[in-house]
């Protein structure tokens, strides 16, 4: 007769989750790389000493952190997870009789105390420093760059730019996004008389109306820009930036990301690396002036008059700040215009009405050239470009394309699930301290 193996009920079980957590997984090597006391001692403020005792923090961000290390994006389901996953239970020091908290008190203090605080930005910031400590920031090469990622916003809901403001302040109730859109607005500093005039978006999202409509990946959608500093030579994340998926915006947190690496990591690199959408003077003479060498395209449009000489017909003298044309007539300097940052040079009408070349160069009285303010810096870049060391940067410059493939395809990254500019930077803020600890993690004890 076949046999049946029928369960026996023991009364008494000796179970330690410690003993049935894998040596080599990756939640048991990241444990001890990280100290979270600084939860608690950031948080302190915010809590009564009296009363029924509250849910620990320091809970809710491991937590946290594995939805991010494992790719779990839903904090409903990151909650069964952390319920039925003994390796989650341990990191999270669950015993298995211990409740996991509910996910709407779960999203109530990540929205709340937690943002409040900057906690996801003090958590990154750790992290970072204990890779500086094993070695993996050298801070002398980086590059940068910005991937986008779709907002939590639907394409079919759109405002008119110009009016949008009054219309959204008009609504029956305002969102926490909306709220903190108009906010952004009212503290607005007035634009720098030596900046670019910031271009007005044509559409926003009533949903979210901080998120920039990109159609840089077919159709149209409301979007945020990640843009991180990566160390070339270690692969490290030193920092990142969450803007609109608009390219100026990623260029501009190219300076923020620079001056923050060198303000609370040290950092003074010897060049930056990116592609030719940051290929602009201002930031590239602002790089210069920090003896960083740009690895960077120009961007270059001086061929873009098919029907005339165009601008690099006529030559720059350096000495007397003025361009000789194609017949050898000198074009004066006349004025700069601050709103489109160039310097504008023109002819004698004289000098042209008995030009033979005329007909090729205007139709007008006198001919104008115009000059980038940054012109010097973008010819010390163009100088750069051929060399070796040119050509292994932009070489190099590609390893950065790899990060943003494994925070989409491994951490989950294509969409993000919160709303908002802050939303936004506490998801690529978290996502990058995931990274920078699986990085961590592998060189700390390879599995």
């Not at 990540?110 to 970072?128: C, I, K, P, S």
């Not at 007539?329 to 700069?336: R, V």
């Not at 470009?385 to 990060?403: N, S, W």
Request: hydrophobic share 40%; with cysteine.
């Amino acid at each position: 007769m076949m046999g049946r193996q029928v369960a026996q009920g023991a009364l008494f079980y000796g179970f330690r989750l410690d003993d049935h957590v894998p040596a080599d997984h990756l939640l048991r090597r990241i444990d001890g790389l990280l100290d979270f006391g600084f939860v608690r001692e950031a948080l302190a403020a915010s809590y009564s000493t009296g009363g029924r005792p509250s849910i620990d923090p320091e809970l809710m961000l491991r937590m946290l952190l594995i939805g991010y290390l494992f790719g779990i994006r839903s904090e409903r389901r990151l909650c069964e997870e952390v319920h039925l996953n003994l390796a989650y239970r341990w990191f999270c020091r669950l015993d298995l009789a211990d409740r996991v908290p509910d996910h709407s008190t779960f999203s109530k203090n990540r929205h709340g105390r937690f943002r409040a605080f900057d906690l996801h930005r003090l958590l990154f910031e750790q992290v970072v420093s204990r890779c500086a400590a094993a070695g993996l920031v050298t801070g002398r090469d980086l590059a940068v760059d910005g991937s986008t990622i779709m907002a939590d916003a639907s394409r079919e809901k759109k405002l008119k730019g110009a009016d949008a403001a009054d219309e959204l302040r008009a609504g029956e109730s305002i969102s926490r996004p909306v709220a903190e859109y108009l906010a952004a607005l009212d503290a607005a500093l007035p634009p720098d008389p030596d900046e670019p005039a910031p271009v007005d978006p044509t559409s926003i999202s009533p949903t979210d109306p901080q998120a920039a409509l990109t159609c840089k990946h077919g159709p149209a959608r409301y979007a945020y820009a990640i843009n991180p500093l990566l160390d070339l030579d270690t692969d490290c994340i030193l920092d990142v930036e969450a803007t609109p998926a608009r390219f100026a915006a990623e260029v501009a947190a190219t300076r923020t990301l620079v001056s923050r690496a060198g303000t609370r990591l040290g950092i003074e690199p010897a060049s930056l690396s990116a592609d030719k959408a940051y290929g602009s003077g201002p930031l590239l003479g602002w790089l210069i002036d920090r003896n960083i060498t740009p690895y960077i395209p120009v961007i270059d449009r001086t061929r873009q008059r098919d029907a005339f000489f165009t601008r690099d017909a006529f030559r720059y003298d350096r000495e007397a700040d003025a361009y000789r044309c194609p017949a050898d007539k000198l074009l004066g300097y006349c004025g700069t215009n601050r709103t489109k940052q160039v310097r504008v040079y023109r002819s004698r009408p004289a000098d042209c009405a008995a030009c033979e070349l005329k007909p090729q160069c205007t139709i007008g009285p006198k001919r104008g050239v115009t000059r980038l303010v940054s012109e010097e810096a973008r010819d010390t870049v163009r100088a750069l470009a051929g060399t070796d060391a040119y050509v292994h940067a932009r070489r190099r410059r590609q390893r950065i394309e790899r990060v943003f493939g494994h925070l989409k395809r491994n951490l989950g990254l294509r969409t993000l699930k919160l709303r908002g500019l802050s939303g936004a930077a506490e998801e690529f803020t978290m996502a990058a301290a995931a990274y920078n600890l699986q990085l961590l993690a592998r060189q700390a004890a390879p599995a």
